[in-house]
């Protein structure tokens, strides 16, 4: 049902036109998106927000983004891409009032998908504890709620683990300080608080791209 939920919420917002020599060009009203980031000024999930990227069609990897920007009539700004491919939308009452157009760039060979996504506002990188997890993983869940509406709290699934991205489509392993190890393939693996174990640790072989929530029973 979560799944669901956020499809829609992204079909909603989501237009697009083909641009045949440079870009494929996606264009949103800065409102829309306004209403699904601002939970990032909310209390109770400070390590935590709602983030935006785009993903290949087929691949389900990471878009690169050439340019955003927003405008309207004759004021015009450029929006920051972090190193992750987020586009940094600003979060601005003002903003809002004025509903400017959002405009995003992807490579024209590409088809891209908008992607809006739970994710922690800082990497992980090198040992990482248990307590560290377990504090994120509420938070994860209340703004799946949130994003999710009225009903949300009874069909959002728990969130069981985190969802670990690595840039370059690492191949390599996350060692857990109780001797287990799993792998990560693609640049991506999935752990939970059991993996870890009360106490222990987990080692990353180098900074996360993206910090995901893991939900098992939604896939």
């Known amino acids: 049902m ?22 494929q060009e996606y264009m949103f009203t800065y409102s829309k998106l ?10 109770g999930h400070n390590d935590v927000k709602v983030g935006f990227f785009f993903l290949d069609a087929d691949s389900k990897q990471l878009c690169k983004i ?25 979060l601005d009452s003002h903003l809002r009032q004025a ?23 800082e990497p992980l990188s090198g040992e990482v504890s248990y307590a ?33 991205e690595f840039a370059n489509r690492l191949n390599s392993t996350v060692r857990f300080s109780n001797g287990q190890e799993k792998e990560i393939v693609d640049g991506k693996v999935q752990i939970t608080l059991e993996d870890i174990g009360a106490g222990g640790t987990l080692h990353l072989p180098q900074e996360t791209l993206r910090v995901l929530p893991y939900l098992s029973k939604a896939n």
Not at 35 to 42: F, L, R, T
Not at 136 to 152: N, R, S
């Open 34 to 43: 306004y209403s699904h980031m601002k939970q990032n000024a909310e209390e």
């Open 132 to 164: 560290q997890v377990e504090s994120l993983l509420p938070q994860m869940h209340t703004i799946l709620e949130k994003l999710g509406g009225m009903f949300a709290r009874w069909f959002t699934p728990e969130v069981e683990g985190l969802t670990l």
């Open 66 to 90: 050439e340019k955003a920007w927003m405008e309207k009539e004759e004021h015009y700004e450029d929006i920051a891409i972090s190193p992750a491919q987020e586009v940094i939308v600003p």
């Open 99 to 121: 509903n400017p157009l959002v405009f995003v760039d992807t490579p024209q060979d590409q088809q891209c998908d908008f992607s809006m996504v739970v994710m922690t506002k």
């Open 2 to 23: 979560n799944k669901v939920t956020l499809t829609l919420i992204s079909a909603a917002l989501l237009s697009a036109v083909s641009l045949p020599i440079q870009a």
